[in-house]
């Protein structure tokens, strides 16, 4: 009894939730493979329809035809997430020894204009240090992060760096901060605004 719930906690512990080192690699494969299944169930019933009625005139070419909605929104979540690149290992392993802090890896932060691609996020004291990509302006994302943050947790500063180095040094300083009330909320409100 005791080894079939170890084995439960293990299973359930070992999914990659949104904001997961990895969850940015799995669930480009995911959305890809569910893509692939549906393209696959779309031929399946336009051929069936096909080979029982020897035309496309039919009910199973409608149902085919309605079946690519679906198909479509996760192709599309996939090409999406493609041109952005996975986060170091290297990194990855070197910040997480990083304690006392909230990290967040690889977020699609997503909004009406574009998505940005925060490589981490680190969360304490009611603040959120951001690690990405040379392509994003500073301060338009601070500013931008600030503002989604605001509509529902209250964030005392939002930094963004460029340089991995830079923001490894402030995350260790922050990590000696108190925890914020709002700490935890600060990383829902992000993973919801996230792919």
Not at 172 to 177: M, T
């Amino acid at each position: 009894m005791k080894n079939t719930t170890k084995n439960i906690t293990k299973k359930t512990t070992d999914k990659i939730q949104k904001g997961d080192y990895g969850y940015l690699f799995r669930g480009r494969l995911k959305e890809l493979l569910i893509t692939l299944v549906l393209m696959l169930m779309v031929g399946i019933i336009f051929y069936t329809g096909y080979l029982k009625y020897h035309n496309t005139k039919n009910i199973f070419t409608v149902f085919a035809i309605v079946s690519v909605i679906p198909m479509a929104r996760f192709l599309v979540t996939y090409i999406v997430m493609v041109p952005y690149k996975i986060l170091d290992k290297e990194i990855y392993h070197d910040i997480s020894k990083v304690e006392s802090v909230i990290l967040v890896y690889d977020a699609l932060l997503s909004s009406k204009e574009k998505i940005t691609h925060l490589k981490i996020v680190a969360i304490r004291d009611n603040s959120a240090f951001v690690f990405l990509p040379e392509k994003y302006d500073v301060h338009k994302t601070e500013k931008y992060l600030k503002t989604v943050l605001s509509t529902e947790a209250k964030v005392s500063t939002v930094r963004c760096f460029h340089k991995y180095e830079e923001f490894k040094r402030m995350t260790v300083n922050l990590s000696k901060n108190e925890s914020g009330k709002y700490d935890q909320k600060i990383k829902e409100v992000l993973l919801t605004y996230s792919m």
